[in-house]
């Protein structure tokens, strides 16, 4: 079962994480592995991208068990929809309450990976990697930013044709968005995400007051991770361009950390 919100806040100064035979050790080993040796830039703004996130046996379980369409719910009807009024960006809740929405057989795997990504030992690599911009949007040195509560919450995405969005930031109260892709056989790898740059205003042409700088590969077992920010300083654009109709369906695993608890799935389910 899913740990309660108020449960899931973990802080290293409380030096209290509690103990689950649920969460898979070797999971949780091969993630944090991977994250403290991925090489972080900086510009535009503190990410990381991984190869091999998980296990090789737990991608294939991820790939074997992904739960039927019928489990997920649109994310946002106003915002993502295609011309005939269907939902382009479809999302099932992993840390809200929504595990009960997959089926018996596939439920425990799920519910054993999402213990594994809401463990404070991987939320402590991912947030030491990006100390320094962390430290920016907490209002914290980089050295206490291991310290902070943090409230991981966990989703699963599946995006279809037309579906797109455009540059923008991440808001409070998220402090990390890490995404891991989980594409098919012959999906293509262009279908990652873009960090972009404002454009500066004289130099801007029409409509265009973004330029894409990085897109990561949309690689099977591959993660990213970024550091949110939106300050004069540090501004943490990201976004898609449109799903057009040779590139299929896009499914990903989402996992924010939050500075406080909010439910992600109600916030963005009415536009």
């Given amino acids: 079962?899913?740990?309660?919100?108020?449960?899931?806040?973990?802080?290293?100064?409380?030096?209290?994480?509690?103990?689950?035979?649920?969460?898979?050790d070797r999971v949780i080993q091969h993630l944090v592995q991977n994250v403290s040796e991925a090489q972080v830039e900086t510009w535009p703004f503190q990410h990381f991208y991984v190869e091999g996130i998980?296990?090789?046996?737990?991608?294939?379980?991820?790939?074997?068990?992904?739960?039927?369409?019928?489990?997920?719910?649109?994310?946002?009807?106003?915002?993502?929809?295609?011309?005939?009024?269907?939902?382009?960006?479809?999302?099932?809740?992993?840390?809200?309450?929504?595990?009960?929405?997959?089926?018996?057989?596939?439920?425990?795997?799920?519910?054993?990976?999402t213990e594994a990504l809401e463990s404070d030992a991987f939320r402590r690599a991912v947030y030491a990697k990006l100390s320094d911009d962390i430290a920016m949007r907490l209002g914290c040195p980089a050295h206490a930013v291991l310290d902070q509560a943090a409230y991981p919450n966990v989703m699963l995405i599946r995006d279809y044709q037309d579906y797109r969005i455009k540059p923008h930031p991440d808001g409070e109260p998220r402090v990390v968005t890490m995404q891991f892709y989980l594409p098919g056989d012959g999906t293509p790898q262009d279908l990652g995400t873009s960090l972009y740059t404002k454009v500066p205003l004289s130099h801007r042409l029409i409509g265009r007051k973004f330029r894409e700088v990085k897109r990561f590969p949309f690689r099977p077992n591959s993660a990213y991770a970024i550091a949110v920010n939106d300050c004069r300083e540090r501004q943490s654009y990201h976004g898609r361009e449109i799903i057009t109709a040779h590139q299929a369906v896009r499914d990903s695993i989402i996992i924010a950390w939050l500075s406080r608890w909010i439910d992600l799935g109600q916030k963005h389910a009415g536009g």
């Fill in 1 to 24: 079962m899913s740990i309660h919100p108020e449960q899931r806040a973990h802080s290293a100064a409380a030096g209290t994480v509690a103990a689950t035979e649920l969460i898979p």
């Fill in 54 to 113: 998980f296990p090789n046996d737990i991608y294939k379980q991820i790939l074997a068990n992904l739960p039927a369409k019928s489990s997920y719910r649109p994310f946002n009807i106003k915002r993502w929809k295609n011309a005939q009024g269907e939902s382009t960006r479809d999302r099932l809740c992993l840390s809200e309450g929504e595990l009960e929405r997959i089926d018996v057989a596939r439920r425990p795997f799920w519910s054993m990976l």
